[in-house]
Nanobody, 119 residues
Framework: QVQLVESGGGLVQPGGSLRLSCAAS????????MGWYRQVPGKERELVARMFRVGGSTNYADSVKGRFTISRDNAKNTVLLQMNSLKPEDTAVYYC????????????WGQGTQVTVSS
């Protein structure tokens, strides 16, 4: 079992910044990658950023490249998402994700945290 606890969401004006944090506990070695997805009602869930546990390779959605940065603290099993130059289009519920190596186990998800970018 893997547990994911998110923090850091909130309300911010366009151009502002937020930092999301996701702490993982449990069977850490089963995790292939951790990252962040976001979703708004009526739209598809999309990958925002992802980092592989071993090696640290990253992926970003084109819409956030240059504005968002994913990082990690392996000692704390925590992944961070620094979000700068926020836009109203970034408004969504952000979910932390831990993808495992096993298709039989699948993925784990955090509880979700609301990010609202509005003037």
């Amino acid at each position: 079992q893997v547990q994911l606890v998110e923090s850091g969401g909130g309300l911010v004006q366009p151009g502002g910044s937020l930092r999301l944090s996701c702490a993982a506990s449990g069977s850490i070695f089963s995790i292939n990658a951790m990252g962040w997805y976001r979703q708004v009602p009526g739209k598809e869930r999309e990958l925002v950023a992802r980092m592989f546990r071993v090696g640290g390779s990253t992926n970003y959605a084109d819409s956030v490249k240059g504005r968002f940065t994913i990082s990690r603290d392996n000692a704390k099993n925590t992944v961070l998402l620094q979000m700068n130059s926020l836009k109203p289009e970034d408004t969504a519920v952000y979910y932390c994700n831990a993808d495992t190596y096993s298709p039989m186990v699948g993925s784990y998800w955090g509880q979700g945290t609301q990010v609202t970018v509005s003037s």
